[in-house]
């Protein structure tokens, strides 16, 4: 698997030749200025919940490429009705086996409404089990005891969790998350976009340290393989 950030809680992720992009919010991201929509490649967009911070470009990038949407009924029904009816719709808790694995779309706690004040259903979160591996992208959530069902339903490999807190949990929610899902491979998101997430990366990854656990920060246009 090629993992790629794109800012956020934005992650192009390529397994098995397949390319799926999470929650993309790029053009109106300063901080992903150097990254350029029309250049992305994407078989699917998952799109978590329906705040403009996870949907911005998911139009313009839906319109390029033909990908499929993956999120919930109401967010899938909500991008029909602009004409963007290639999308697979799901509701918390169910899973389906797409060509690249099987996919969950599970649980965040947090809220969901369209940027034109439509509902957006429950916010979620996917959980992905491929032949490469099996990884988490929480979504926008508060720390929650649902987690603790994930190592019930699989053995994840690596988790991106929200760090910034405020809109979400913070670092040490995300300490006492990675013992819920037991994974310690975390990789952190939804930080620094804007004043009130702005995180200190020294002294959240030290706290992971003294519990004798590793959170990765990965720059925004930098990849890694597992
Ligand atoms: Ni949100
Ligand atoms: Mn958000």
Redesign the pocket.
């Known amino acids: 698997m090629k993992v790629t950030n794109y800012g ?2 934005c992650w192009h992720i390529e397994v098995g030749g397949t390319k799926l992009l999470f ?1 993309p ?1 790029i053009t109106p991201n300063e901080l992903a200025s150097h990254i350029d929509i029309n250049t992305i490649e994407c078989d699917y967009i998952l799109i978590t ?1 329906g ?1 403009e ?2 949907i911005a470009d998911v139009e313009a990038i839906a319109h390029r490429t033909g990908a499929k949407l993956v999120s919930n009924f109401e967010i899938i029904n909500w991008f029909a009705a602009k004409g963007i009816d290639n999308g697979h719709p799901m509701n918390i808790g169910g899973k389906w086996k797409f060509d690249f694995g099987t996919l969950t779309y599970f649980t965040a706690q ?1 809220s969901s409404m369209m940027p034109d004040g439509a509902y957006g259903g429950n916010p979620g979160s996917f959980l992905i089990q491929t032949a490469e591996g099996n990884f988490y992208h929480a ?2 959530t508060s720390l929650m005891m649902d987690m603790k069902l994930i190592p019930l339903l699989m053995k994840l490999d690596f988790a991106l969790l ?1 760090i910034g807190d405020n ?2 949990m913070g670092v040490d929610e995300a300490i006492i998350a990675s013992d819920f899902i037991e994974c310690d491979n975390i990789i952190a998101m ?1 930080y620094d976009t804007f004043g009130y997430i702005v995180v200190n990366k020294e002294i959240a990854r030290s706290k992971f340290e003294a519990v004798g656990k590793q959170l990765k920060f990965i720059e925004i246009g930098e990849s890694f393989n597992i």
Do not use: I, K, Q, S
Request: overall charge negative; hydrophobic content about 20%; glycine content about 6%.
């Open positions: 956020h809680a929650d919010f919940h705040h911070d996870h947090h979504g926008d929200p809109f979400t939804h």
